[in-house]
């Protein structure tokens, strides 16, 4: 008892400036909520208010410079603030993340910036279509691993971001998606989400918990209650789910109670209005009132998620600096009913990128405390929150020990890793329909047309090629045409022209959404021409719906990794990798890679909402002795 007492002051008077020993650890772990009541007894209002903040600083002095300067070194200013200010908990983005070295001296010099307690450091490493690191193992994505059907993949995805993240210095991942993708045109989740089937969704998101809590990573399930049944992306609206109340307990509600049972650690709220949980009316900044969002919906937060639930973790607020919230309320409101709602950490009210925002952060810490004193469930809720955030880091261990660079670079983006990513995404190319087109047998010589929206697209698509080329030993000529395959520009000459004299053509189409396009176009053309087209669905698998007479068409569930907050990107190349390995032969008319993905989610005509490509839908090629 005298150690446990010992380290109480320790961790109450001092600044944490080493690494607790493990003994030191399993000390705090026999008491830890006595330790967490302790030290939160022991913290100023600013300490209190800081273990509630998780800032970015992805650029610096942005207003100062022509060119936004990434932050990929600390600096005495982002140093002072971290202290000044008390903060719990920093988030990285990919402007920060240039390579392992760098990556590891900024979480390094980060921590130990800290004033007391150790510093979450978090970031988005979902796999697929959200990740953050430049240098880095992916992995293929959710959805593409919703067409593996294998918890083992989703478990060893858990484990290679658990591994790299931790070598890096995180210890926080806002993962994984348990969002049910039952609406096909949903601009913002999409392939992010397992699948639109909860049954799925719950078996691998569960695995993926087991294989990333292996290294000690915190997790964070997005997004409560459910992004998936919407038509408006929340970086840039404020979306309304029209779900009725039970609709939601039946398919979105489940996925994140068998997450919880299962070991999440936190839950991230979500920017949307679901009037079927929380019918009232918030004034927004410009007097007029909207619904309220989840984010700030007590009835959701607490009501459900705390007392229905029972859910004793940490509540997350999605990015306060998102366009659903920023264009609606006064940031001092959103925190104080984020707070009051039920949240224990507001994740980015503040973009910290210049001097200006010093000033909104220390004027929201002052309107915090005065509402506090004026509001004593409010003062409550502040405190009930930090020791939510002091109990986790005594948990989980965080100890803000600096990271090695060396054996980060042994662990981040390794060969072994890199093949164990292969391995997976050919597990999940899908092929949706294939008329005797696939797998194409090449031939000595051959001319393939490649047609995408975009010219960086193009070239890895040709890079890729040309690997076969080299394995197949084969001489492949790729041409390529840039082409917004969405819209409607191209004449009857202009595609005939362009496609004559080739022997097969790949059109790539990425997230279609209207009938007689471009697309459409070129399949017409192609197919009264006799040349081979696929359709290479690049990110949704949904593409297909609205094209037609498409002779053979696969879905790779993603092509590009994305920062949605910024365009920023990285090529998802094991996605294309294995797309492309899908649809040749080589030598003996062996497929490079045999297809064994299947449809993890319905595919339906846009306008009647018939199913055209159910869930499961998958076909495969006859397996060679």
């Known amino acids: 008892m005298k150690k446990v007492l010992l380290l109480f002051i320790l961790f109450s008077f001092q600044i944490i400036a080493a690494p607790l020993t493990p003994s030191d650890i399993d000390a705090l772990k026999k008491e830890p909520e006595r330790a967490a009541e302790n030290i939160v007894a022991s913290m100023s209002q600013t300490e209190k208010i800081g273990q509630l903040m998780m800032l970015d600083f992805r650029y610096w002095d942005i207003f100062r410079s022509p060119v936004p300067v990434p932050v990929i070194n600390i600096n005495n200013d982002i140093k002072d603030i971290i202290y000044r200010y008390r903060l719990g908990g920093i988030v ?19 921590q130990s910036s800290r004033y007391r307690l150790p510093l979450f450091i978090s970031t988005d490493q979902e796999g697929g279509y959200i990740t953050r690191l430049r240098v880095g193992t992916e992995m293929p994505g959710n959805m593409a691993l919703g067409a593996t059907r294998d918890p083992d993949s989703a478990r060893l995805t858990g484990e290679i971001h658990g591994s790299e993240l931790s070598a890096l210095g995180f210890n926080m991942n806002f993962g994984p998606v348990v969002d049910i993708n039952n609406n096909q045109n949903n601009p913002v989740i999409g392939v992010r989400a397992y699948s639109d089937r909860k049954e799925l969704t719950e078996i691998l998101s569960a695995a993926y918990i087991r294989g990333i809590h292996q290294y000690g990573l915190i997790t964070a399930l997005k997004h409560f209650p459910g992004h998936g049944n919407v038509s408006a992306d929340s970086h840039v609206a404020l979306p309304v789910v029209t779900s009725d109340e039970k609709t939601w307990r039946q398919t979105e509600l489940p996925p994140f109670i068998y997450a919880l049972q299962h070991g999440a650690d936190a839950v991230m709220t979500a920017h949307i209005i679901v009037p079927a949980l929380d019918d009232t009316k918030i004034k927004t900044r410009d ?17 459900i998620l ?3 639930l029972h859910f004793q973790g940490l509540i997350i607020t999605d990015a306060m600096d998102m366009k659903a919230i920023t264009d609606n309320f006064d940031l001092n409101f959103a925190v104080e009913h984020a707070l009051s709602a039920g949240a224990d950490i507001i994740l980015m009210p503040v973009k910290m990128w210049d001097e200006e925002a010093v000033k909104r952060l220390d004027n929201l ?10 509001n004593p469930e409010l003062q409550q809720r502040i405190d009930e929150s930090a020791k939510r955030v002091v109990l986790m880091k005594l948990n989980k261990a965080i100890s803000g020990a600096p990271a090695d660079p060396v054996k980060a ?7 072994q890793h890199k093949n164990q990513e292969n391995k997976v995404s050919e597990q999940a190319v899908t092929i949706i329909t294939n008329d005797g087109i ?24 040709k890079k890729h090629l040309n690997d076969i080329a080299r394995e197949t030993e084969t001489r492949i000529h790729v041409t390529a045409q840039k082409i917004k395959t969405d819209k409607k520009t191209l004449s009857e000459k202009k595609i005939s022209t362009m496609i ?9 189409t990425y997230n279609l959404r209207e009938r007689d396009t471009n697309a459409q176009f070129i399949i017409n053309s192609a197919n009264d021409a006799g040349i081979p087209l696929v359709v290479i669905s690049s990110r949704d698998p949904y593409d297909i719906a609205s094209l037609s007479n498409v002779k053979a068409n696969i879905a790779i569930y993603g092509i590009i990794g994305f920062d949605i907050t910024n365009g920023q990107r990285n090529a998802l190349e094991t996605n294309i990798r294995s797309g492309l390995r899908t649809l040749f032969s080589g030598k003996n008319a062996r497929p490079l890679n045999y297809p064994a993905g299947r449809l993890p989610a319905d595919i339906k005509d846009p306008e009647s909402g018939i199913i055209l490509y159910p869930y499961g839908t998958g076909e495969t090629y006859d397996k060679q002795d």
């Open 500 to 508: 004559s004299g080739q022997d097969i053509i790949l059109l790539v």
């Open 306 to 308: 705390r007392k229905e």
């Open 92 to 110: 990285l983005f990919r402007e920060n993340l240039i390579n392992t070295p760098q990556t590891v001296k900024l979480i390094n010099d980060i």
């Open 438 to 461: 696939l797998p194409y047998q090449l031939k000595p010589e051959n001319k393939i047309l490649v047609i995408s929206d975009e010219y960086p697209r193009n070239q890895l698509i």
């Open 287 to 303: 007097g007029s009132e909207a619904g309220t969002p989840a984010t700030l919906s007590k009835p959701i937060l607490t009501g």
């Open 409 to 415: 670079q042994q662990i981040v983006a390794s060969v």
């Open 365 to 374: 810490y002052r309107y915090l405390d005065e509402q506090a004193q004026k």
